[in-house]
Nanobody, 123 residues
């Protein structure tokens, strides 16, 4: 188990950008694949993006491809989600998650979760 703390959420107008950060307490951060998820009011949690332990492999949900970019800095134990061309439909609480594997997945198979950060996109 690792401790995860997200930051960077906020209110932005449609078309704008935000960068979310997720800091991990783990000492072997590159042994963990990381994922970003989101949950909008009244909807189920959905996977947004995931990244392998090395950072060389990424996956994205179709709804965010070409707009969002996941990356990581293993020296800083941090994973990022750069969100561009935001839409009102991107409004949700965003969570980062870690799994004890170097291989990423878009499933919910993650063992550690952050507390979430709110992203609100106004039209």
């Amino acid at each position: 188990q690792v401790q995860l703390v997200e930051s960077g959420g906020g209110l932005v107008q449609a078309g704008g950008s935000l960068r979310l950060s997720c800091a991990s307490s783990g000492r072997t951060f590159d042994n963990y694949a990381m994922g970003w998820f989101r949950q909008a009011p009244g909807k189920e949690r959905e996977s947004v993006a995931s990244i392998s332990g090395s950072g060389r492999s990424t996956l994205y949900a179709d709804s965010v491809k070409g707009r969002f970019s996941i990356s990581r800095d293993n020296a800083k134990n941090t994973v990022y989600l750069q969100m561009n061309r935001l839409k009102p439909g991107d409004t949700a609480v965003y969570y980062c998650a870690a799994r004890r594997s170097v291989t990423q997945t878009m499933s919910n198979d993650y063992s550690s979760w952050g507390q979430g950060t709110q992203v609100t996109v106004s039209s």
